[in-house]
């Protein structure tokens, strides 16, 4: 027996009496039972849309929550945690809140996706309707332009408040409707009509009057598939999605003492400050190591230590100026014991493949290179490569 679907007349409803027609265990879901009544307010998860969330109650019985709904062969199952008795009747609830958010979002993607048909041809290839996010698929590339454009349009589309129609055409009605679809249907088809902006099909409930939505905003889109992905958020979800941006925003430009007007000059002011004062240490660190380098021991090989963050151009310039006053292995090795070492070793007269063969001997050691100049990392304290130099 089909399952009456109160929702397509009654989206706003939240409480709906009904007979209970089976009650059988979930083959999902160990301990849970699928219940189907005779009509239900609650919406099934369908069309990419996440199913309603609420809570069934039989006289002089606790209520128990539903977990989950979904709809085959026109039947919806209600999976609840406890088996309810077959025959009575009962109440269900819906949260509303819940529902509420979703027909925002669920309206909000037909605008956008009617208006972006109408300017562009693309098609909504896929929808997705959580808890926490929203997505549609678009079959063509939209850029920072088309998507801003589009926001714009959706917006003030809501501002109008458009009256929103939902109804079963007539065979001979729906032949003339030249309306969205992301499959073919079967059946009787639901039209969604937000006039002058969307017709499609469409199971879903939906608000009223576009002014419900409140707003839309676009937080996200990329190049998908060949299409484009987009991410939007309506209602109260844009408008804690915002706030928490502007209490953001708020607190940075509390932090840096400045407007938010100025504050992507001041962050690009410290940008290339940072850069400044990371190549005046740079620099100071390259003289420090040149000093240390006029002032090695006399011997065939030598190592040296830097700190973490010391240049690898840095390192490689001293290895070079080393090489030509050195006859065997010249290395410098940049880091600490706890993190280990990156190396660059080189030699005007040595193999310094043969001297990394040595090390791995009593030490790990990743990377290689040419005869002349080899480079990679180590973990190991500074000892145990000191030891190795002196041994060579
Ligand atoms: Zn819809």
Same mark, same amino acid.
């Given at each position: 027996m089909k399952t009456i679907k109160l929702y397509d007349e009654q989206p706003y409803e939240t409480e709906f009496e009904a007979a209970v027609i089976s009650c059988t265990p979930s083959a999902k879901k160990d301990g849970a039972y699928e219940v189907t009544l005779d009509k239900t307010l609650f919406f099934p998860e369908e069309g990419g849309q996440?199913?309603?969330?609420?809570v069934l109650k039989a006289d002089g019985e606790e209520e128990v929550e539903v977990i989950d709904v979904q709809i085959k062969d026109d039947i919806i199952y209600h999976t609840v945690?406890? %088996?309810?008795?077959?025959?009575?009747?009962?109440?269900g609830i819906i949260d509303f809140e819940h529902r509420f958010s979703n027909m925002q979002q669920h309206t909000g993607e037909h605008i956008f996706s009617g208006i972006v048909h109408s300017i562009y041809g693309y098609d909504n290839v896929g929808f997705h309707l959580s808890d926490n996010i929203v997505t549609m698929d678009y079959s063509g590339k939209l850029d920072e332009d088309d998507i801003a454009k589009v926001e714009g349009l959706v917006n003030e589309a809501i501002f109008k408040d458009v009256c929103v129609k939902a109804w079963y055409p007539s065979k001979e009605e729906l032949d003339k409707i030249d309306y969205r679809s992301k499959k073919e249907l079967s059946g009787d088809v639901r039209i969604v009509e937000i006039p002058g902006y969307d017709i499609c099909a469409c199971c879903a409930p939906h608000v009223r009057r576009t002014g419900e939505i409140g707003i839309l905003k676009v937080i996200s889109f990329q190049n998908y %598939?060949?299409?484009t992905r987009v991410s939007i958020l309506c209602g109260n979800r844009a408008?804690?999605?915002?706030?928490?941006?502007?209490d953001m925003i708020g607190r940075l430009a509390l932090s840096l003492s400045t407007s938010w007007e100025n504050i992507p000059?001041?962050?690009?002011?410290?940008?290339?400050?940072?850069?400044?004062?990371?190549?005046?240490?740079?620099?100071m660190a390259e003289k420090v190591l040149l000093k240390e380098a006029e002032n090695l021991p006399d011997g065939e090989n030598v190592c040296m230590f830097a700190q973490s963050g010391t240049d690898p151009n840095v390192a490689r310039r001293i290895v070079n100026d080393l090489m030509e006053?050195?006859?065997?292995?010249?290395?410098?090795?940049?880091?600490?014991?706890?993190?280990?070492y990156r190396f660059i070793i080189g030699s005007k007269n040595c193999n310094c493949n043969d001297l990394l063969q040595e090390m791995r001997k009593t030490i790990q050691v990743r990377g290689g290179g040419a005869p002349a100049m080899v480079q990679g990392s180590v973990s190991c304290a500074g000892s145990d490569i000191e030891k190795v130099f002196a041994c060579i």
């Open positions: 996440t199913p309603d969330k609420g945690s406890r %088996k309810i008795p077959e025959g009575i009747t009962l109440c %598939k060949g299409g408008y804690l999605y915002l706030k928490k941006e502007h000059d001041v962050f690009s002011k410290q940008q290339e400050e940072i850069a400044d004062l990371k190549k005046r240490l740079s620099d006053k050195k006859s065997g292995y010249c290395g410098i090795f940049i880091g600490n014991d706890a993190e280990g």
